[in-house]
């Protein structure tokens, strides 16, 4: 089954600086130009912690192959940054890459 690849998302790298107090800050800057992928809800798991309830949203992102995707790049999916968990390159093949991310 062909997914079908009609969301725009951008494809971020966290570079990190001190302020003037020394803290350390993140700046998102793109790796590339938008590009299309196909996007879907994986689940809507809830943990319960210290009497709270907190949703964990994970996503699943299929875009174009790329080699230089990794958990440490960022995706901006509309005004949403998500954090890739994991990168599956589907068994070596170079057709797609499957980004699964959770909500920042």
Do not use: C
């Amino acid at each position: 089954m062909m997914k079908l690849k009609d969301k725009k998302i951008e494809l971020l790298r966290a570079d990190y600086t001190k302020d003037a107090e020394g803290f350390s800050a993140e700046t998102l800057v793109p790796i590339a130009p938008p590009v299309w992928a196909y996007f879907r809800h994986l689940s809507g798991k809830e943990i319960y912690a210290a009497m709270t309830v907190q949703a964990v949203e994970e996503v699943q992102f299929v875009i174009n192959w790329r080699r230089d995707i990794t958990t440490r790049h960022v995706v901006r999916y509309g005004e949403v940054l998500y954090d890739i968990t994991r990168v599956d390159t589907f068994e070596g093949y170079r057709g797609n890459l499957s980004l699964y991310a959770r909500r920042r």
